[in-house]
């Protein structure tokens, strides 16, 4: 139950999908950009809000300091944009029903659930650098304090 079979230094994989918009998007656009690419279960729960609203209310610093944001889950589009719209997301939220983004990241696969085990999306964020390394992987994504993680990992 560890999660990713990735690790810092390795090419991060690349991907591609739509968006809350229903806009394809992909790795390529993001070539030559700082990426958080993180992974989370399921639009509009408790945790995942948190988690999604935190990164929100850090957007700004995060593009200051040369990044973007994107969020995985297994949410379809609409789904997403429901979720998006009604927290004002300022960065894009990548459906990926079939799970083929997030099997590439190896984020799929048992974990423990309010004491069950349970199969679904480890809660991961992976900080790409602009010629696509993996940089950090954050595995214990704490929600309501993930910007404050990632500026950690970041020394930012």
């Known amino acids: 139950m560890s999660g990713t079979h990735l690790k810092e230094g390795d090419l991060a994989p690349k991907f591609q999908g739509f968006n809350q918009d229903g806009n394809e998007i992909s790795s390529e656009d993001y070539k030559g950009k700082n990426l958080i690419l993180f992974f989370y279960p399921k ?16 957007y700004a610093y995060f593009q200051k300091n040369g990044f973007e944001i994107l969020g995985v889950s297994p ?17 894009p939220l990548l459906a990926d029903p079939e799970k083929e983004t997030i099997n590439a990241y190896g984020v799929w696969g048992p974990k423990q659930f309010m004491g069950k085990e349970i199969i679904g999306v480890h809660r991961t964020t992976f900080l790409i650098n602009d010629k696509g390394v993996i940089t950090h992987i954050i595995r214990k994504v704490k929600t309501k304090e993930h910007s404050d993680q990632i500026r950690t990992e970041l020394g930012l």
């Open 43 to 58: 639009d509009d729960t408790p945790g995942c809000t948190k988690e999604a609203c935190n990164l929100r209310d850090n």
């Open 75 to 91: 949410d379809k589009v609409k789904k997403h944009k429901k979720f998006s719209d009604r927290y004002e997301f300022q960065y």
